[in-house]
């Protein structure tokens, strides 16, 4: 079955890979290891660049790394969001009632990368690009993109869960759902060196 993946690159950061030693993903490893009877015509990479921060203002220069390990995936595209950031006032959760107390924070959003997805999934599903689709995210709003593929135009299309608990909106949409387990993790990851044309580099410290 001719397949084309697309992944919410957050969702399964902040759902399966966060506070683990397997952020060295070799994304065409993972499916191959989760589809194994897929063809994967192309897997299809949704994120945004980071910024510098006080507490961690090497993340940039991680998350550049590992884009660039996966640039060496011959079949695998790279689609950008970006982050807005901005002031809000928000309720202190001390508060009590009558007596409401606010502090302004700095609130940073990642944009774009849900819809992209979802735009992809939409354009390729009615150009025939694939038999099979399969999403990696546990994002609810991908609820009605997915359910279009599946309903509307009767095509498969499956979600693999990167969080503990699945969405049930999703899980009833997809036409099958499996979860991505720390064992396929890291079984799937890329070599500490890779080369590319620029030379070698290797997997982040830390990582």
Known sequence: MIT????DAFNLYFGALRGTPYKWLDLSQLCRHMLPKNEI???K?????????????????RQQTYLRALKTLPNLSIHHGHFLTHIVKM??????AGEMKYAEVVKTEEKGSDVNLATHLLY????GEFEVAVVISNDS????????????????????????H????LHAQATFFKKIR????KASQFPEILTDVHGEFHKPDGW
Not at 52 to 58: F, L, Q, Y
Not at 124 to 127: S, T
Not at 166 to 169: E, I
């Open 141 to 164: 709003d991908l609820v009605e993109p997915i359910r279009i593929v599946t309903k509307e135009l009767k095509k498969t299309v499956g979600v693999l869960n990167p969080h503990e």
């Open 166 to 169: 699945p969405s049930r909106v």
């Open 45 to 61: 990479y949704y994120t945004a660049l980071v910024t510098p921060r006080a507490k961690d203002p090497e993340q940039p220069i």
């Open 41 to 43: 015509k192309a897997i």
């Open 4 to 7: 084309v993946v697309y992944i």
């Open 182 to 185: 720390r064992g396929v993790l």
């Open 91 to 96: 309720p202190l959760a001390s508060s009590i």
């Open 124 to 127: 390729d599903a009615f150009r």
